[in-house]
């Protein structure tokens, strides 16, 4: 039998939110400041389980339950790129960069978000594809993202220029209606375009989880590691 071919003609738009919601594992509390990345050829196995022995370990979360809303969120990630993509076959390798952030409270962004775009990730292999992000919220707050209008446009476009500072951002943009975003959505956001969503940590005044991937080609993905310096992991 032929394999299915799944094409998606629409253009990728800025933002989105994945249909299907995770159900949130329960996890209150995280030991301290701390990031798990992997940057590699994704193994849904492997990340899963290196992944969730990291949170297990380091928060009050059972390693089974990360596992599977990890499982869950790779793989509807990653399904949602091969789609984006029009790729003939879902289960072809992608490499990734998969990261987890842990954090005790700050209260560095409640009052005063860091409003931003997010620059360009790594060099394309087909240039004018554009690039996306996937992010989940596992405990605390999610992202805090603006809804674009006319005066983010013109605000964000001032701070490139240097002419306004995060704080004087924030102040212009106090006023500016937010992308509500509920416990468990899985959201997807362009970077490197001049429309990417404008977004900001959210209050993190609790304690928080945050993962987000990011797919490409190997190519790409060691081009991305190059940029920031990383490690990338060679098949073992
Ligand atoms: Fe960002």
Not at 60 to 74: C, G, M, P, Q, R
Request: aromatic share 10%; charged share 25%.
């Amino acid at each position: 039998m032929e394999p299915e071919i799944i094409r998606y003609s629409a253009a990728i738009t800025p933002f989105s939110i994945l249909p299907k919601t995770l159900e949130l594992i329960p996890l209150t509390t995280v030991i301290a400041n701390l990031s798990y990345a992997y940057y590699g050829l994704v193994s849904l196995e492997k990340i899963t389980y290196e992944a969730s022995d990291f949170v297990a370990k380091n928060s009050n979360a059972k390693a089974s339950d990360v596992e599977t809303a990890l499982y869950d969120f790779i793989r509807l990630t990653k399904n949602d790129y091969f789609h984006a993509k029009g790729a003939q076959d879902l289960q072809a390798p992608a490499a990734a960069w998969f990261t987890i952030r842990m954090t005790k409270p700050t209260s560095e962004y409640t009052t005063i978000p860091r409003w931003h775009r997010d620059g360009r990730m790594f060099d394309a292999d087909n240039t004018p594809e554009i690039g996306s992000k996937y992010a989940i919220t596992l405990l605390g707050k999610p992202t805090r993202l603006l809804v674009e209008s006319e005066l983010v446009r013109t605000t964000m476009i001032r701070e490139e220029e240097g002419e306004l500072d995060r704080y004087q951002c924030a102040e212009q943009l106090a006023s500016e209606p937010l992308v509500g975003l509920k416990d468990g959505q899985i959201i997807r956001f362009t970077w490197g375009q001049k429309d990417s969503p404008v977004h900001s940590e959210p209050d993190m005044s609790t304690d928080r989880v945050f993962v987000s991937v990011l797919y490409g080609s190997e190519e790409e993905i060691r081009c991305m590691c190059e940029f920031r310096d990383e490690m990338y992991r060679e098949e073992s």
